[in-house]
């Protein structure tokens, strides 16, 4: 039978047709009056969504390039950054600041388990000379969504930077509130854009270290960002992704028009739906069965069953493309995506796809008991009449 394509995966996620045809309209200069009147606005919404007075700088690379960016403008060589591992992100920018020269105190954590806060304290406390200290908001290889409100506590005497990179626009995050100097983010997740963009949020206290830092940079400078977006109209250093940017500035309207705090209770939803089909299917979650997780959520292959072949199956056979584990849990767990453009009915679909791709590999459950608790959530709540 003939399936329609379903992007469940934590990145890229699908966009709304609107976004998607507006990256089909002719291409405007980035030095004109119209690209600056469309910039301006996004620089505005994007404010609303990371929840922060400070400057956004949108670069032309993916959320790894814009981390990099953060790397390169906060710090000199030798500088010391607590970096929080519970995944392959945090692992990530364990890697990259060892790339370029950071002494890095590494907070460990099996994948799938939330950073201890008062661990983070603990070695902020033991390490008087810490610059920085790193942790990703939903830590996108377990579904495991850290507890940053009180990292930036732990943290507050050092720069702040989180990976928001799946989080942003998905899982509650108050930049500024929160103390968070600096928050990382990509276009192709929560914020329902295309790849192509990075964002850098970077407080006062953020540009302070970055006029201090040696850390050779060219591309992503952020005294050229700052002044080329002080021109008026602001603009961007160089050339931009622009057809990005016009589609990015349509996503965002439709996340402010929704309104960000009924968002966030939409991916509450979500994942609490997700997490209830799953079980209700009689598998096992990776991860804590909280609704923090509201971005990405992950479950154990069932024993006897092959991984790559299940997600395989659930694309080919089903049309719905989910995300098999990473690093060490490849072929061990598998990841349902639903940040971004996602809604009560892509759930249900996934469910019911995962239930008829088990039964299809001899897998014993009886069909529709994960659809039904999934149904379950969205009844109870009133999200769907
Ligand atoms: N951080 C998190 C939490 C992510 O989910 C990802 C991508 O999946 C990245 C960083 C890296 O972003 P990119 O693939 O856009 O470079």
New binding site residues.
């Given amino acids: 039978m003939m399936n329609k394509y379903r992007l469940m995966s ?2 890229p996620t699908p966009v709304p047709p609107e976004v998607s045809a507006a990256g089909a309209l002719p291409i405007i200069h980035h030095r004109t009056p119209e690209f600056g009147e469309v910039f301006t606005r996004v620089n505005e919404n994007l404010q609303r969504v990371f929840l922060t007075e400070a400057d956004i700088f949108t670069f032309s690379a ?4 814009a ?1 990099e960016a953060a790397v390169q403008n906060l710090f000199s060589p030798g500088d010391k950054m607590l970096v929080v591992n519970n995944g392959n ?1 945090g692992e ?1 920018w364990v890697k990259m600041g060892r790339a370029f020269g950071l002494e890095i105190v590494e907070l460990k954590y099996d994948w799938g388990v939330k950073a201890d806060n008062d661990e983070v304290a603990e070695a902020v406390a033991s390490n008087p000379d810490l610059k920085a200290a790193a942790c ?1 908001l ?3 290889s377990t579904g495991t969504v850290n507890d940053i409100k009180g990292f930036a506590e732990a943290t507050r005497d050092v720069i702040t930077i989180v ?1 928001a ?3 942003l626009g998905a899982c509650e995050l108050r930049t500024d509130e929160w103390g968070v100097d600096v928050v990382v983010a ?1 276009s ?2 929560a914020l329902m854009t295309p ?1 192509g963009l ?1 964002f850098v949020s970077v407080s006062e206290r953020a540009m302070a270290a970055h006029e201090e830092s040696t850390m050779p940079r060219y591309y992503f400078d952020f005294t050229a960002a700052k002044k080329a977006y002080a021109k008026n109209p602001p603009q961007t250093p160089w050339t931009p992704a622009v057809s990005v940017i016009i589609q990015l500035d349509l996503a965002v309207q439709q996340i402010l028009s929704e309104g960000l705090e009924n968002v966030f209770e939409r991916h509450v939803l979500l994942g609490r739906a997700a997490r209830e089909g799953i079980k209700g299917m009689g598998l096992t979650l990776f991860g804590p069965d909280e609704d923090m997780n509201s971005a990405v959520t992950a479950a154990y292959v069932p024993e006897g069953i092959d991984g790559k072949a299940f997600v395989g199956g659930l694309f080919r056979e089903h049309g719905i493309q989910v995300a098999g584990g990473q690093g060490p849990q490849e072929g061990k767990i598998f990841r349902i995506g639903h940040c971004g453009y996602f809604d009560a009915y892509d759930i249900i679909a996934t469910i019911a796809a995962a239930e008829l791709a088990l039964e299809a590999q001899g897998f014993d459950l009886e069909l529709g008991k994960g659809v039904g608790a999934a149904q379950r959530v969205f009844s109870k709540s009133g999200a769907v009449a």
């Fill in positions: 934590p990145g993916s959320g790894t390039g981390f992100f990530r990703v939903s830590e996108t990976d990179v799946s989080g990509g192709q997740k790849p990075g």
